[in-house]
């Protein structure tokens, strides 16, 4: 950095702790664009806060990303709504906007975000194949499902005898010993590994490393699971609205962004930069970023994913108690990856998913069939856990060849792709990961001990939702928590508590008069 940009940076440091410690509008800092930071931004601007929010991509959403290059919406991060239902927090904002969801399961579904039932009575969830391209029998897929719904009930007696935790995978060997009559062999065992893989996918993580303890304790809302038809993109623009958001913080090319800071021109300019540090404590927080530049404010929430706190790579001071590391420690951080293809012509079943069976939960795979729901001619290969981490390793022409064999095995005629689209959110620098997943062995109060706020520094996102980690409504609903908690800080610190206005924007919206809009096809 010469001196002129050092100069600069002092020039800006000083006219943001100029500026804010003048206001005497409280001044609120959050670190993180997804729909968390984005929803406690919006509940501290209704309140009439001064808040300013960071985020290091050039772009808002976070571990939600639509992508339009296919000249039509998709999802390469979150793409459910998990709750179709008026329950869901997220209900009367979709609703209002009058966005519609393609419902892809009922209520506690094997399958997860899929119904084993709609397969029984109508054959429409999916199809699936074995490795030399034969079509497995749907009546050996139904059985083998409601087999894999035995083992899962008879691992809670093995839940109910140890008091040490295990694996899932292992308590599954367990129930097979004891229950020989439960196993599968031949193709009914890879229909087995099957099911097994689409339960990783669930947790984005393998089944050797998912928590006997608590991976069936998730407190699950009604309506089943719903796929946003038109992509959650339009939530983040309606939430952002008329938010002080700064951009593209770790990008340090010359781009520059058009916001509030330093003045040239009649413009306010912002170099690009990446937060390094955050100080806490004080009365103020003070969040650094590269290049010297600080934002100072009352307060501070930090929504980053929990892949990046476990990576250590912003500094805190003073340094974060044992408490806090060892709870960001404890909680585990999946990995789930997409593979989006665009066709020219549709030359698969009409079903939800087309999927192919092996030996190994690891080598089998499924694509997701957006035709269906969208009437777009794509199909999305979804994978996860250690498959999705060693996905990461190819080119992305090499992953897209990959699939590709997948599918012709399934289709020997299917045609090349148009386009394609490969996400990599182990090795993105901004997310390191997907969501939250509760580890083997995780003591039980690691999301509460995240979630406890440090002095005037607060914690969001989707691993501090104490019922509905790793979702999208789980993550909105831990902002708006999150900003609720700090604006009850702030004015306990200023002596008016009893003014205090609880103000998101989800309250903003009446509530609907219509139910959600679900279609099936």
Not at 205 to 213: C, E, G, Q
Not at 254 to 261: A, E, F, M
Request: some cysteine.
């Amino acid at each position: 950095m010469d001196s002129k940009q050092s100069l600069q940076g002092a020039i800006v440091s000083f006219i943001e702790r100029r500026h804010s410690s003048l206001s005497s509008i409280p001044s609120v800092i959050v670190i993180g664009g997804g729909i968390s930071g984005i929803a406690a931004a919006q509940t501290l601007h209704n309140a009439s806060y001064e808040v300013v929010l960071l985020e290091s991509r050039d772009r808002l959403g976070g571990r939600i990303h639509t992508d339009y290059s296919f000249g039509c919406p998709v999802d390469m991060g979150a793409s459910w709504l998990h709750g179709a239902c008026n329950e869901n927090p997220l209900a009367p904002l979709i609703c209002h906007m009058g966005l519609t969801l393609y419902r892809t399961s009922g209520d506690d579904s094997v399958l997860y975000d899929h119904d084993l039932e709609r397969l029984i009575n109508f054959g429409l969830s999916c199809i699936l194949f074995d490795m030399d391209g034969r079509q497995v029998p749907q009546e050996m897929v139904v059985e083998v499902g409601e087999t894999f719904k035995k083992i899962l009930k008879e691992t809670e007696n093995v839940r109910n005898e140890h008091c040490d935790d295990m694996s899932v995978l292992q308590a599954i060997s367990i129930v097979l010993n004891r229950h020989p009559e439960l196993r599968q062999e031949g193709l009914a065992n890879e229909v087995l590994q099957w099911y097994i893989c689409r339960m990783e996918a669930w947790f984005a993580v393998d089944a050797d490393m998912i928590s006997l303890k608590s991976w069936d304790q998730e407190r699950m809302l009604s309506g089943g699971h719903g796929l946003m038809v038109q992509g959650y993109d339009p939530l983040i623009k309606t939430l952002s609205k008329d938010l002080d958001i700064r951009l593209n913080h770790s990008d340090l090319l010359t781009k520059r962004i058009i916001c509030r800071g330093r003045k040239s021109g009649g413009l306010y300019i912002l170099e690009p930069e990446v937060v390094t540090k955050i100080s806490y404590g004080c009365k103020k927080v003070v969040v650094t970023v590269e290049g010297g530049r600080n934002f100072v404010a009352d307060a501070a929430i930090i929504t980053v994913p929990i892949g990046i706190l476990k990576a250590k790579l912003i500094e805190f001071k003073p340094k974060l108690p044992d408490w806090k590391v060892t709870a960001i420690s404890d909680i585990g951080v999946g990995n789930e990856n997409k593979i989006a293809l665009q066709f020219e012509d549709v030359f698969w079943p009409n079903v939800e998913l087309v999927s192919i069976v092996a030996p190994t939960s690891y080598a089998c795979g499924y694509f997701l069939n957006l035709h269906k729901a969208t009437g777009y001619p794509i199909l999305v290969y979804m994978t996860a856990g250690s498959s999705a981490c060693d996905l990461e390793k190819l080119s992305d022409e090499c992953a897209v060849s990959f699939v590709m064999l997948q599918l012709k095995k399934m289709f020997p005629d299917a045609t090349k792709p148009v386009q394609y689209l490969v996400s990599r959110w182990g090795t993105d620098p901004n997310s390191l990961g997907c969501y939250a997943y509760d580890v083997v062995g995780k003591p039980g109060d690691s999301y509460e001990r995240l979630l406890e706020p440090l002095d005037n520094l607060f914690f969001g996102g989707e691993a501090v939702s104490l019922d509905h980690q790793g979702s999208v409504h789980g993550a909105y609903s831990a902002g708006i928590m999150a900003a609720e908690n700090c604006q009850r800080y702030i004015s306990e610190g200023r002596g008016n508590l009893e003014n205090l206005q609880l103000v998101s924007f989800r309250s903003a919206i009446h509530e609907a008069a219509v139910p959600l809009q679900i279609s099936r096809m």
